[in-house]
C-alpha cells in the first residue's frame, strides 16, 4: 500500500480546543478516504501554541530552531497540509498568521491544502474566503473547493446547519483533499545536503 504524509496545523490556544477537535476530524475524514484509494496516511499534528515562543524568535532574529524548524520542514515535505485557525477579530489567530509569515515563501508551492477555521457564530465563516484562501492562494497552494468553518451551534447535536450538517462538510472537504493527494506522485522536495557532490565526484571519479 502507498504511503502519503499529511501535516495538520491546528492554531487552537486553550486545551481542549475546538479548533484542535475539528482539525482531528478532516485529518481522520482525508485517512479514510486515502485508505479507500489504497493509500495509507501518516498523519503529523503541528500545534501552533508549543511553538509560540519559536515563532516570535524567528520573526525577531529570522532563524527558526528546534521543533519550530522541524515543523517547517514536515511541511515542506508533507503530501497534504490541513490547517485550521480559530477566528480571532473577523480574521485569522495573530499565531497563525505569524507561522505563515515565518515559513519559506515556496514551502507550500502545489501542496494540496485544505482550510478550516471555528468560531462562536456562523456569521464568522467568511473568514475562509476573504482571509485563509486568499492567504494559500498567495503561498501557491492548491487551496481545495470545500473549505470547513464550525460555529459552536455545529458540534451541538440540535444546533447547527440542517442543510449542510458539519459531519457531511468534514466527509466532503477529506473526499476532495484525498482525491487531489491520490491523483499525483509522492512529494518529494530538495533536501538540505542534495546538491552535496559525493567524495567520489569531488575526487574526480578516482
Known amino acids: 500500500m502507498?504511503?502519503?504524509?499529511?501535516?495538520?496545523?491546528s492554531g487552537g490556544m486553550s486545551q481542549p480546543s475546538s479548533t484542535r477537535l475539528l482539525a482531528d476530524r478532516l485529518a481522520e475524514a482525508t485517512a479514510g478516504e486515502l485508505h479507500e484509494h489504497g493509500i495509507t496516511a501518516h498523519v503529523r499534528v503541528v500545534e501552533l501554541r508549543d511553538l509560540a515562543h519559536d515563532v516570535v524568535d524567528q520573526t525577531l532574529t529570522g532563524f527558526a530552531?528546534?521543533?519550530?524548524?522541524?515543523?517547517?520542514?514536515?511541511?515542506a515535505a508533507a503530501d497534504a497540509v490541513i490547517a485550521v485557525t480559530p477566528v480571532y477579530a473577523a480574521s485569522y489567530a495573530g499565531l497563525f498568521k505569524s507561522f505563515v509569515d515565518v515559513l519559506d515563501p515556496d514551502a507550500l508551492?502545489?501542496?494540496?491544502?485544505?482550510?478550516?477555521?471555528?468560531?462562536g457564530s456562523a456569521r464568522h465563516s467568511l473568514v475562509l474566503?476573504?482571509?485563509?484562501r486568499p492567504l494559500f492562494a498567495h503561498l501557491g497552494a492548491d487551496?481545495?473547493?470545500?473549505?470547513?468553518?464550525?460555529?459552536?451551534?455545529?458540534?451541538?447535536?440540535?444546533?447547527?446547519?440542517?442543510?449542510?450538517?458539519?459531519?457531511?462538510?468534514?466527509?466532503?472537504?477529506?473526499?476532495?483533499?484525498?482525491?487531489?493527494?491520490?491523483?499525483?506522485?509522492?512529494?518529494?522536495?530538495?533536501?538540505?545536503?542534495?546538491?552535496?557532490?559525493?567524495?567520489?565526484?569531488?575526487?574526480?571519479?578516482?
Open 2 to 9: 502507498d504511503e502519503r504524509q499529511i501535516v495538520v496545523v
Open 65 to 75: 530552531r528546534g521543533d519550530l524548524a522541524d515543523a517547517q520542514q514536515a511541511l
Open 109 to 119: 508551492r502545489g501542496t494540496p491544502v485544505l482550510v478550516a477555521a471555528t468560531g
Open 129 to 132: 474566503d476573504h482571509a485563509l
Open 143 to 206: 487551496v481545495v473547493p470545500t473549505a470547513v468553518f464550525a460555529a459552536t451551534d455545529d458540534w451541538a447535536d440540535a444546533g447547527g446547519d440542517d442543510v449542510h450538517p458539519l459531519p457531511d462538510r468534514v466527509r466532503r472537504a477529506g473526499r476532495e483533499l484525498a482525491a487531489r493527494v491520490a491523483g499525483r506522485p509522492p512529494t518529494r522536495r530538495a533536501g538540505l545536503y542534495d546538491a552535496v557532490p559525493s567524495f567520489e565526484d569531488l575526487l574526480g571519479g578516482a
